[in-house]
Each structure stands twice: as C-alpha cells, then as structure tokens.
C-alpha cells in the first residue's frame, strides 16, 4: 500500500518560513520524481516545485528565491523550505510523486495546511 504523509503545515506571520516533510512508503522511492502542488480556495491545484531523481529542482517563478526542494531518498522523504511567507503562500499543499514509464505512476499525500497571516 502506497502512503505518502506530509507534515509540518501551520500558521505563520508573513516574512516567517514552514518546513514541510513528506515521507513516502511502499514505492521504491528512487526511481520516483518528487512534487509539491498547493491549492487555494478557489483556485487550481499549482505545482510549486519540482525535484528530479537525480535531485535537480525546479520552481514556479513565484516562489523562486524564498523556497528550497530537497529529497532524501535514505529516508524516503521530500522537504519544502519555506521562507519569507506572503499571504498569498496561503494553501493546501501536497505531496507527489510520479514515475513515467509504459504506464504512470503517481501518488498523492492528504494535504497540509499553511496559512500566512498576521
């Protein structure tokens, strides 16, 4: 059974950062790409960044510069540091992670919530 659980969401004042983890089970995790997508009241699901199997990350251009991906496939976790947080960072965020071969592969956490507000 494929789980993957994030934590580490909360309530913090702008200019403050979250950590948010995930730890994922039952998939062999290396050969996987690694994501986080948040949601938005109202709005559509956006992939904020991105990280390769090979650890190469990617961002959309509004967090750039404030937001750091990282994975450690020891622990079978991925990481998103958060720092100088805009209301607007204000979301549901998930954890994915897919593997494209013949077929897809892919596999979301239940979500967790960060709110940015003073």
């Known amino acids: 059974q494929v789980q993957l659980v994030e934590s580490g969401g909360g309530l913090v004042q702008p200019g403050g950062s979250l950590k948010l983890s995930c730890a994922a089970s039952?998939?062999?995790?290396?050969?996987?790409?690694l994501g986080w997508y948040r949601q938005a009241p109202g709005k559509q699901r956006e992939l904020v960044a991105a990280?390769?199997?090979?650890?190469?990350?990617n961002y959309v251009d509004s967090v750039k510069g404030r937001f750091s991906i990282s994975r450690n496939n020891a622990w079978n976790s991925v990481y998103l540091q958060m720092d100088s947080l805009k209301p607007e960072d204000t979301a549901v965020y998930y954890c994915?992670?897919?593997?494209?071969?013949?077929?897809?592969?892919?596999?979301w956490g239940q979500g967790t919530q960060v709110t940015v507000s003073s």
């Open positions: 039952g998939i062999s995790f290396t050969n996987y790409a």
């Open positions: 994915n992670a897919h593997l494209r071969t013949i077929r897809t592969y892919e596999y």
């Open positions: 990280i390769s199997t090979g650890g190469f990350p």
